[in-house]
């Protein structure tokens, strides 16, 4: 009886009653998400600064020297909390949609059908990991963006609504971690998950008001761009950092909590029809 | 919800570690698996023996939800995997076919993930045993493309076996895989055995049937053509063969023993010359006649 017991032990016990399948996959699942683009920051964190600090050499001194914005601010300071929400979105985004990716052509999605996690586990972890990227990659765009701005314009960016910022970083962020991981879930290939990229989210980015004020519009364009959910998380952004927008931040608070119950919706749907099959 | 409540599958006071029911699975046209059943006793090692495209890999993703039946149900524990995946997926460990990548991630790492999907976020003492008894604790700090073929296989056997399961499903452990490796692993099969593991295993290979399975399901292109004990596999459907040479006769003659019949019985039932007889030489049976006469009589 006591051998049984020490061979027990030794066997490595694990006794059933002590597993929580509750908090234990979605902890393990976001431990990986974040690992893993830890692993890589070269392409996920370092990839993004030399972008952001492109653009704000191109649009924000080149061009922008000849732009005025309205309320007396400059173009790079209209310009870089625009560069901290694009930096964020497409981060989660990227986060979500490329780990899922990778896991359907290595394999290793399998082990998540084969082990007891729920949907629900799976869409809060992938989601929460993507946001951290988005967080981490905006925060060191809006670090560069302040740091340029001070040497090139003389000018501190402070935040101004800091609850506002963190509202649409929050929203904004957990939003595309889930379009990604529908996106990625739906692809049957490759080809398929470059065609969301570039037909679906990068217009989206580039016509969400990152670059220019809707105001500037004319109304039949106006109108066109307040259908395109970016401009109010852009722009709720905006708010959040420089105090002035084009639209409330209330209207847009709405607009982002409506777009993060859609996107939760579809992550669910498209993730129980899914195949968790290796490509 | 307790097991007894899910009635299937329990039968007085033991629950099957498993039982598949008139499982059928199609891909579009192609029938994979025609209405099988089986169950599994509790400790035992159950052997899918089959040629390659049976439908065995398909039953096993039935099992792991990772493909849906197209009709029929699948009880592990008395929990069915469809109405109740995560009770009935708790229990069960699962090696595939197909070598699993993890990219980034070293063995150490894969096996603290794959702990966590099971609930179990404090899993060191469990992991650490299993990758000294798989030999893979002096590799644990590498990724798997850092690892030979053998070491990768023994990582998918360790990962199916963090959350210590009661059912071990094991999809051809040793195709292609050498000698060496191979009997290591039957060795591993059977000292899961002794500790109380019922082992579920797919193979093509008859010689491993023989060797670790105490029942064998026969299968063949999607149906299962038979479900018995090992050795009466072997005693039923095999006889010793006799191969008699004769004096002066250049062609041997060929015979048949049936199960008890002893080569006196041979000679004197066939009215063979005894002193014309130059040689006799015996060969056993085994269950490749077996699965030769079950399949393609
Ligand atoms: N995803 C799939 N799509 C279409 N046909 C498949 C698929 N998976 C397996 N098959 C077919 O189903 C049959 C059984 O395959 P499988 O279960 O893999 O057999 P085994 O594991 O016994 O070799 C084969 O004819 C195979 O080609
Ligand atoms: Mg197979």
Redesign the pocket.
């Known amino acids: 009886m006591s051998s049984n017991v020490q061979s027990e032990k030794f066997r490595g016990s694990n006794v059933k009653g002590q597993a929580d399948l509750f908090l234990g996959p979605f902890y393990s699942l976001l431990r990986k998400e974040v690992m893993r683009f830890l692993k890589v920051s070269m392409q996920t964190i370092l990839t993004p600064m030399v972008s952001s600090l492109l653009y704000l050499l191109i649009f924000g001194v080149s061009l922008g020297a000849y732009i005025q914005m309205k309320g007396g601010i400059s173009y790079l300071e209209f310009l870089i909390p625009g560069l901290v929400m694009m930096g964020c979105l497409n981060n989660a985004f990227q986060n979500s949609s490329s780990s899922i990716i990778i896991a359907k052509f290595s394999g290793d999605l399998e082990d998540l059908k084969v082990a007891p996690i729920s949907y629900t586990q799976i869409i809060l972890a992938v989601a929460l990991g993507g946001l951290v990227r988005g967080v981490v990659v905006g925060t060191i765009t809006y670090v560069v963006g302040a740091i340029f701005c001070y040497f090139k314009a003389d000018t501190v960016i402070a935040i101004h609504h800091p609850l506002w910022l963190l509202v649409f970083i929050v929203l904004g962020g957990l939003s595309f971690s889930l379009l990604g991981l529908a996106a990625a879930f739906w692809a049957k290939s490759f080809d398929q998950m470059a065609a969301v990229n570039s037909f679906i989210l990068l217009p989206l980015m580039y016509l969400g008001g990152v670059f220019f004020s809707i105001d500037n519009l004319h109304p039949f364009w106006q109108s066109i761009a307040r259908a395109n959910p970016l401009i109010y998380f852009i722009n709720g952004v905006r708010y959040g950092i420089l105090g002035v927008s084009d639209v409330t931040p209330e209207h847009a608070c709405v607009v982002a909590l409506v777009t993060l119950v859609l996107m939760y919706w579809l992550a669910f749907r498209t993730l129980a029809r899914a195949s968790f ?1 290796r490509w | 919800m307790t097991a007894s409540e899910n009635s299937a599958g329990v039968t007085k006071d033991t629950v099957s570690p498993l039982l598949v029911q008139n499982l059928s ?1 199609n ?2 046209a ?4 025609r209405n099988a059943s089986f169950n599994l006793n509790k400790g035992e090692v159950f052997g ?1 023996l ?12 039935c099992i792991v939800t990772l ?1 849906k039946p197209t009709s029929g149900s699948i009880f592990v524990g008395g929990f069915d995997v469809q109405k109740n995946p995560r009770e009935a997926k708790r229990n069960v460990g699962f090696v595939p ?1 197909e070598i699993i990548n993890h990219g980034y991630f070293n063995v150490e790492e894969i096996l603290s993930f794959q702990s966590g999907y099971f609930g179990l976020l404090h899993n060191r003492e469990r992991t650490d045993y299993i990758l000294h008894e798989l030999r893979l604790y002096e590799h644990r700090h590498k990724k798997v493309k850092q690892l030979s073929g053998g070491m990768k296989r023994r990582l998918l056997i360790a990962k199916a076996l963090v959350h210590s399961p009661q059912l071990l499903l094991l ?2 452990p040793t195709a292609g895989v050498d000698i060496e490796l191979r009997e290591q692993l039957w060795q591993f099969v059977k000292k899961l055995k002794a500790e109380g593991v019922t082992v579920l295993l ?1 193979t ?1 290979y008859l010689e491993e049937a023989e060797q670790l399975c105490d029942r064998v399901g026969l ?1 063949d292109k ?1 149906e299962i053509k038979m479900v018995e004990s090992t050795q009466f596999l072997i005693d039923k459907f095999t006889g010793r063969s006799v191969r008699v040479k004769f004096r002066n006769v250049v062609a041997p003659r060929d015979f048949e023993l049936r199960t008890g019949e002893t080569v006196g019985d041979l000679i004197n039932k066939e009215k063979l010359d005894v002193n014309q007889i130059e040689d006799i030489n015996i060969s056993e049976g085994t269950l490749e006649d077996a699965f030769r006469r079950v399949i393609y009589q």
């Open positions: 099959l | 699975k891909y579009g192609i029938e994979a698996v899918l089959g040629p390659n495209g049976a439908g065995k890999t398909s039953i096993i993703s493909e076919q999809d051809e797919t093509h299968i999607g």
